[in-house]
């Protein structure tokens, strides 16, 4: 079964500095990714994906992430953090045909 | 377009009490539904996927179970709660791709 490890459960940054969260998965033949952000006491909202193709990839908010295969990695980065960003953090690995593997979250909060 | 529905936005049930969580969604037909839950500072959890009327896959083992009585509603229900099923619970479908998470619903049982 697939898992998906988030490294670290709080990251604190001053606001305008860069953020990398970091996301590990376990390995298998192909991996489709998913990087979800959560504002307080609402859904989650699809920041990015990586399905095939450019190993780089952006998503709304200014967000990118690298998937990198021989480390297993999908950390997603953002060059310069606003108030606004202050949230939840899901990486999420496709298992099998119908399911959502989670990490744990990594709350994110920016300090003026 | 696609939307997804869940209520009520928040419950406060005592102990021993019934539950039963709504969602539906709008704008496409037999889609794969999901309910997740979060619990105070861990991450989701899921708990059921259907893929089509009455059918309902269990991840977790516990008081809790699901139906679908219709192609775009999902039910989860429990006929006694206990202090460890508050949590958020939010229910999602799946696009192409991708899922797509409703509001959810804050439970809090007492």
């Known amino acids: 079964a697939q898992s998906v490890t988030q490294l670290d459960s709080q990251v604190p940054v001053f606001e305008e500095a860069p953020v990398e969260l970091r996301c590990n998965y376990s390995?298998?033949?192909?991996?489709?990714l998913f990087w979800y952000v959560q504002y307080p006491n609402q859904g989650l909202q699809l920041l990015l994906k990586y399905l095939s193709g450019s190993t780089l990839v952006k998503g709304i908010n200014g967000f990118e992430a690298e998937f990198n295969k021989s480390q297993t990695s999908f950390h997603l980065r953002k060059p310069s953090v606003h108030i606004s960003d202050t949230a939840e953090y899901f990486c999420?690995?496709?298992?099998?045909?119908?399911?959502?593997?989670f990490g744990q979250g990594t709350r994110l909060t920016i300090n003026p | 377009s696609q939307t997804i529905h869940q209520w009520p936005a928040t419950l406060v049930q005592p102990v021993g009490s019934p539950l039963s969580l709504e969602c539906t969604v709008e704008?496409?037909?037999?889609?794969?539904l999901y309910w997740y839950r979060q619990a105070a500072g861990r991450g989701l959890q899921l708990l059921f996927y259907s893929v089509g009327i009455g059918q309902i896959s269990s991840e977790v083992p516990q008081n809790l179970s699901a139906s679908r009585p219709q192609d775009r509603q999902f039910i989860l229900s429990s006929k006694k709660l206990l202090l460890s099923d508050s949590g958020f619970y939010l229910c999602a479908w799946r696009g192409y791709d991708e899922q797509y998470f409703g509001p959810g619903t804050r439970l809090t049982v007492t």
């Open positions: 390995s298998s033949v192909s991996v489709y």
């Open positions: 999420a690995v496709i298992q099998g045909a119908q399911k959502l593997v």
């Open positions: 704008g496409t037909s037999n889609p794969n």
